[in-house]
Nanobody, 127 residues
Framework: VQLVESGGGLVQAGGSLTLSCAAS????????IAWFRQAPGKEREGVSC???????YYADFVEGRFTILSDSAKNRVSLQMNSLKPEDTAVYYC??????????????????????WGQGTQVTVSS
């Protein structure tokens, strides 16, 4: 499956952005779709995920500010981000993991379990 992200940009602290991940084929029955991010000099970290069964996951640092939504009719997963902080600045990637694979350990998404990745979209939050 091929994934393409869009929706990144520059926003002031406290603002909102919605990222979109478009899939090349129907993914919702066969894959979990996640959002990761990577800031300069830091490791890639999981942000949120929705499984084929509709279960959602959020990293602790999200603190209720983000919402992941799936639209099966459009083969699209979005990430609504509110109350953005400068520390949310990063390149955001969407990724797909096959259904049934364990993708969370110690309450963190495992990047190596995801087999398809988009090219990323930059999110910059100014203070």
């Amino acid at each position: 499956v091929q994934l393409v992200e869009s929706g990144g940009g520059l926003v002031q602290a406290g603002g909102s952005l919605t990222l979109s991940c478009a899939a090349s084929e129907s993914t919702f029955d066969d894959y979990a779709i996640a959002w990761f991010r990577q800031a300069p000099g830091k490791e890639r970290e999981g942000v949120s995920c929705v499984t084929s069964g509709g279960t959602t996951y959020y990293a602790d640092f999200v603190e209720g500010r983000f919402t992941i939504l799936s639209d099966s009719a459009k083969n699209r997963v979005s990430l609504q981000m509110n109350s953005l902080k400068p520390e949310d600045t990063a390149v955001y990637y969407c990724a797909a993991a096959p259904r049934g694979v364990v993708i969370v350990s110690s309450h963190r998404l495992i990047p190596s379990k995801f087999i398809s990745w988009g090219q990323g979209t930059q999110v910059t939050v100014s203070s």
